[in-house]
């Protein structure tokens, strides 16, 4: 690397720090509405604190890492110091200075709202203006990417786009594009109603303003780790990438289908019609499509490493893995953790099967096996893969990394199956506590239970990967250079499509019109949508 | 090396595919949500295809002319510019307006009958339940006649000056172990929020009234009134549904418990800052 080394260094140390504090209230809240303490003594302190751990994984953590390995990317692929190291090192400092506000407000009690707002609640304006900071930061992240990529097509004029690279900008083009929404609820709606400028708020179209977000932010956390299954994982099990242009196409369906698919949210919200919300639910399944090719690709692109290393017929390639390597380790139970959360997915955005798990602990089930589980155990492989990189150390120890993967994988099933099992039995998401005593609840004591351990071993193996990162020292002799996964066949050509973005972003904007055009304006006209707001904590 | 060519031509084959393919799933879906799985709904399709349209992008229906209040809870939007504290004029004013209330309300708004004590009440929640009672919408002889000689503005004024006065307590509820469950965790299977989380302890919501103090059997009455249904101005059923499974000695208990924290009136003034909402 060339001058970025300290500011990804310090994109993914903050990463994790709050990733480590945000877990630790996660499993507070798990122990105590199990049966294991008793009932909170303030339920306030349980949403304020699920609104610190909310906002921290779903804008801080994720948002971090993206920046940082998209810087990383930048120098690691298209070979060239990064442009704008000072404005990156700005937006670095907007999100942990958005980070702190928003934080120190939450802490004093003031924005117990949840990482999803939730108006008509209106939290004190400091929260929503961190919120604000963090994405303000981030958008200059998407615009260094997108004008380093443009002075390394200038100087490289008709080279094909590196595979990482390319995925890197899709994903920033995505989050640019998919944080309008919930910016101009916040700018437009929430922080004038925060300010006291306005008694009244449309929930109805800020909540669709949110789901805007709210899906393809989704998105956005899984562009990391899918550039790591395409770019990283088979040249770190030693196979080869079986499609270089399998992994654009995945890309450039994520950029189309991301964002016209968000009011499956809102199935159970009145303001929109049964039109668009079936149309929402449609487009949702051609999500699936990128992430089934990405799946076979990968698998396939493993069986190349597998029969490399002398695996022999129709299974025996699997046997020859490379299974005491964590990057293998990693990917399998990302892929398993992807299949469990998929299927589930697939009821969350049917509209109506939907109904039978709606606002449930499936929910919460379903989102933390696919992100926690098999997003952020990638981010763990893509921390641990460029580390050495970063500072100068030797790779990190197979032994204790495969620990910690055990650990995470363990524990994510022990937290999350339970979860997913007293959904469809009807328990509630949100609650700071429940009534074990009541006999139809206490059949159910024992998942919160189970879900309590599952979320210590996450603790435990979150610990070890900070330890793991923390104690690891230079070494005298310099780290390899760094590379990418190379394609089993290099592709001959690349078509233009798949090398630029303009045809992609031109259907995701296309489809955000057709798709939300008519909800927003609709809902933006109507008088009678407007209801006061509820503001929180305020005496 | 990638294929050269300007990126929107319609002769490349990867844009021409790809836009007839997204294209063609638009129209699709848009086809089968807008005509095809409403002309399947009988209150889809009742008006022709037009209206079925218009329900399936969600086109808002009118379900009653806009004068037509019956059912209608309440017509009081609470905003927060009701909470505001009233100028010293307003407060004079409501002080003398105030002399037709001493009767029932007490001389400094604390009741020494079982009407409820007004002394340091919210403005908004005075506001409210007086346009309540002028409209009809709360129910009580004695206050309808009352509320309906005054005006909007002698109404705001009243307010004003009880938010001014002291409140009748010993102290604000604050979170405590020893408060009764129903007032401290509610009943989460009965659907019963804790009081504390409207009515002041962990937060003190627009339009809840405090409750310390108030006289027990005034509080009886309202809570079985809820629970009966005769009391019905509370927008979205709020405080129906959260009394209609409370039993007669929870009731009792709940009125009990925020009945004994009676005070002078003098303790706690302006300690929660007169209860405006404006930062």
Redo the contacts between chains.
């Keep these: 690397m060339f001058v970025a080394k300290r500011l990804v260094f310090w994109h993914f140390w903050v990463a994790f720090a709050a990733f480590f504090g945000a877990i630790l209230l996660g499993e507070w809240q798990m122990f105590v509405r199990s049966p294991l303490s008793a009932w909170i003594n303030n339920p306030e302190h349980y949403y304020r604190s699920v609104t610190a751990h909310g906002t921290v994984m779903a804008y801080v953590l994720p948002t971090l890492v993206a920046m940082g390995f998209g810087y990383a990317i930048t120098e690691l692929a298209l070979k060239r110091p990064l442009i704008g190291l000072r404005w990156a090192w700005a937006g670095f400092w907007l999100v942990i200075a958005g980070t702190a506000v928003a934080a120190i407000t939450v802490a004093l009690g003031k924005a117990s709202v949840l990482y999803t707002f939730y108006p008509p609640m209106i939290a004190s304006s400091f929260y929503y203006i961190g919120v604000v900071l963090v994405v303000v930061g981030s958008w200059i992240w998407v615009a260094l990417m997108s004008i380093n990529l443009r002075a390394w097509r200038k100087v490289n004029p008709g080279a094909t786009v590196p595979l990482a690279m390319y995925g890197n900008v899709a994903g920033a083009y995505l989050w640019a594009w998919t944080s309008v929404g919930a910016a101009v609820e916040i700018l437009v709606l929430i922080l004038p109603a925060s300010l006291g400028l306005t008694d009244t708020i449309n929930a109805g179209l800020a909540r669709v303003l949110f789901s805007w977000t709210l899906h393809a932010i989704v998105y956005f956390w899984l562009m990391p780790a899918y550039i790591a299954f395409y770019t990283i994982v088979p040249r770190a099990i030693g196979g080869r990438l079986y499609s270089d242009t399998m992994g654009r196409v995945a890309f450039a369906l994520f950029l189309v289908f991301s964002m016209p698919i968000g009011i499956h949210h809102l199935f159970a919200d009145p303001q929109v019609g049964a039109g668009f919300k079936f149309v929402h639910a449609a487009m949702t399944a051609m999500v699936t499509v990128p992430t089934l090719l990405t799946v076979f690709t990968i698998v396939a692109s493993v069986e190349i490493a597998g029969r490399l290393r002398g695996g022999k017929g129709l299974f025996g390639w699997i046997r020859a893995l490379p299974w005491e390597n964590p990057m293998m380790l990693a990917v399998t139970f990302a892929f398993i953790m992807l299949g469990l959360g998929g299927a589930g997915g697939i009821i969350n955005m049917s509209y109506q099967l939907n109904e039978t798990i709606h606002n449930t602990q499936w929910v919460t089930g379903h989102f933390h096996l696919i992100f926690a589980g098999a997003i952020v155990i990638m981010y763990f492989m893509v921390a641990y893969d460029i580390w050495p990189q970063l500072t100068g150390c030797a790779p990190l120890p197979a032994r204790v990394l495969r620990t910690q993967l055990w650990l995470w994988f363990i524990g994510m099933l022990i937290l999350t199956l339970p979860w997913h099992w007293v959904g469809i039995l009807g328990m509630p998401r949100r609650m700071a506590y429940y009534d074990y005593s009541h006999p139809a609840l206490q059949p159910q004591a024992w998942t919160v239970i189970a879900s309590t351990f599952g979320g210590l071993l996450l603790v435990i193996s979150a610990a070890l990967f900070i330890y793991v990162l923390a104690v690891s020292r230079k070494t005298d002799s310099a780290p390899a250079p760094y590379t990418f996964s190379e394609t089993v066949h290099a592709p001959a050509s690349t078509p233009l499509a798949l090398n630029t973005f303009g045809l992609w972003v031109a259907m995701m904007i296309a489809l955000t019109v057709i798709n939300y055009g008519y909800p927003i304006v609709q809902l933006a006209m109507l008088e009678d949508a407007r209801v006061p707001v509820i503001p929180l904590g305020v005496r | 090396?990638?294929?050269?060519?300007r990126?929107?031509s319609w002769s490349?084959s990867?844009?021409r595919g790809?836009?007839i393919a997204?294209a063609l799933?638009?129209v699709g879906?848009?086809l089968?949500?807008?005509v095809w799985?409403?002309s399947v709904h009988e209150d889809?399709t009742v008006d022709g295809l037009w209206a079925s349209?218009c329900?399936?992008?969600?086109?808002?229906a009118q379900w009653a002319s806009p004068s037509d209040d019956r059912g209608q809870s309440t017509s009081v939007?609470?905003?927060?510019?009701m909470a505001d504290p009233g100028t010293q004029a307003a407060v004079g004013r409501g002080a003398t307006l105030a002399l037709n209330c001493t009767m029932c309300h007490g001389a400094k708004g604390i009741s020494a009958s079982d009407a409820p004590n007004l002394a340091g009440q919210y403005s908004e929640v005075i506001i409210k339940q007086m346009q309540d009672f002028r409209q009809g919408h709360r129910v009580n002889p004695v206050m309808q006649a009352i509320a309906g000689s005054l005006s909007a503005t002698d109404v705001r004024d009243l307010a004003a000056y009880y938010a001014y006065l002291p409140k009748a307590r010993v102290a604000p509820t604050t979170?405590d172990?020893a408060l009764p469950s129903l007032v401290r965790?509610g009943?989460?299977?009965r659907n019963i929020a804790?009081c504390i989380?409207c009515h002041g302890g962990?937060?003190?919501?627009?339009g809840a009234p405090w409750l310390e103090g108030m006289p027990k059997r005034y509080l009886v009455t309202q809570l079985n009134a809820f629970i009966g249904g005769t009391r019905h101005n509370d927008a979205g059923a709020q405080m129906r549904n959260m009394v209609r499974w409370m039993t007669e000695k929870e009731v009792e208990e709940v009125a009990e418990f925020y009945a004994r924290k009676a005070g002078t009136g003098e303790v706690a003034q302006r300690v929660?800052?007169g209860?405006?909402?404006?930062?």
């Design positions: 090396m990638m294929r050269n060519g990126l929107f490349d990867v844009v790809c836009t997204l799933l638009t879906c848009l089968i949500g807008f799985l409403p889809f349209l329900r399936a992008a969600g086109v808002p939007i609470l905003t927060r510019s979170y172990e965790v009943d989460p299977l804790p989380s962990v937060d003190q919501k627009l929660d800052g209860g405006s909402l404006s930062r």
